[in-house]
């Protein structure tokens, strides 16, 4: 997965070249831009069908469209968002989303106090037309953004629904169905490598 | 690294056995709860220096302070968080920092219908005045959370404030100098997993 990981790094420097009129990019460039070794971006981009040619490289604007195919970005995905309280209406204002192929469709809570409040340009909706509106437009994608006690039971509300990919940014490890996948985010994951790095660079290994 | 990842999910686990009064846990129970190998579990908990006896497993309160104390978290680290928009104000309502021992003590924005402002309790001062806090306070960490197109800027005045580590939640990546470390938020990698094992799920195999 931590090849999967990196693509959407490369895909940023590509449309950076593609934007400056580039038309190749080596391997090598790649490489270095992201401090890592040529035979494992060669191995990461692998996954696309691409391969670069020895002298030329990569064709920029071919890479581009492998690796969007490749994460199914080439065409929007809309998702639904449960849960809009500070972070869910962080992410619904999050621009990022455009160039990762993620349009948030529909945005839900249970807080009467929130429901019907427009949060940048979308308006929330009770959870109770979760399944209405799933099951009206398709959707298969869901942005799991309540309290952490409450996870479980917006999750089981989306697998009911209709959803079979929950984006889960609660602490709570959620139980779904085996056609359903989750991906946690989880920020303490990476706080503890900060945290971690930060203590060893503050504190040197004492002389022998 | 990804053993450090991990330890953020044993801490919560044992925290729930503390609540709950036991006094011991078993490595196996460990390794279950996070779909791992009990061997992994133990690689990961042996940095901590805490080693489980053969019968009884891990003593949850010495497991707790030992996974603490490895990550500093055992005293809450102060940070400062430079770019107060969405994601900034989402971050600063964010409860579960408490678990990990961190605390944004400023919130600091370059935006003049910004400053003065106060979210969840902390009111949003001119950047202008982060070397000076940064100086009096002795914080070293900073949460980063301008726009993309800020955010080398506001590193560089991270940097010059005197901070050492930088939690990065903006796409850009940062140039910083060898005495700073930096970790990046990338909600695109997370995306790219789920997308591709939703693309996976959808999409079976085609039948030889």
């Not at 809309?78 to 621009?95: D, E, F, H, P, Q």
Request: proline letters at 5%; aromatic letters at 6%; hydrophobic letters at 45%.
């Amino acid at each position: 997965m931590a090849g999967i990981k990196r693509l959407p790094g490369y895909l940023q420097l590509l449309r950076e070249l593609q934007a400056d009129g580039h038309e190749f990019v080596s391997g090598t460039v790649l490489a270095e831009t992201h401090d890592l070794e040529p035979a494992i971006v060669r191995k990461d981009l692998a996954v696309t069908g691409i391969i670069g040619t020895p002298r030329r490289g990569f064709c920029v604007n071919d890479l581009i469209v492998a690796i969007e195919h490749f994460l199914g970005w080439n065409s929007p995905a809309k998702a639904v968002l449960v849960g809009v309280g500070n972070l869910g209406a962080a992410l619904l204002g999050y621009r990022g989303f455009d160039d990762y192929g993620l349009r948030i469709a529909g945005a839900f809570d249970r807080d009467p106090a929130r429901i019907g409040l427009s949060i940048h340009g979308r308006k929330i909706q009770p959870v109770e037309k979760l399944t209405t509106f799933v099951r009206a437009t398709g959707i298969i994608l869901g942005v799991l953004t309540v309290p952490a006690g409450a996870a479980q039971e917006a999750t089981d509300l989306m697998v009911q629904a209709g959803i079979r990919g929950i984006w889960n940014f609660t602490p709570t490890k959620v139980k779904v169905p085996e056609h359903v996948v989750t991906q946690k985010e989880d920020l303490a994951e990476g706080l503890a490598v900060l945290s971690h790095r930060l203590q060893h660079l503050m504190r040197p290994a004492s002389p022998v």
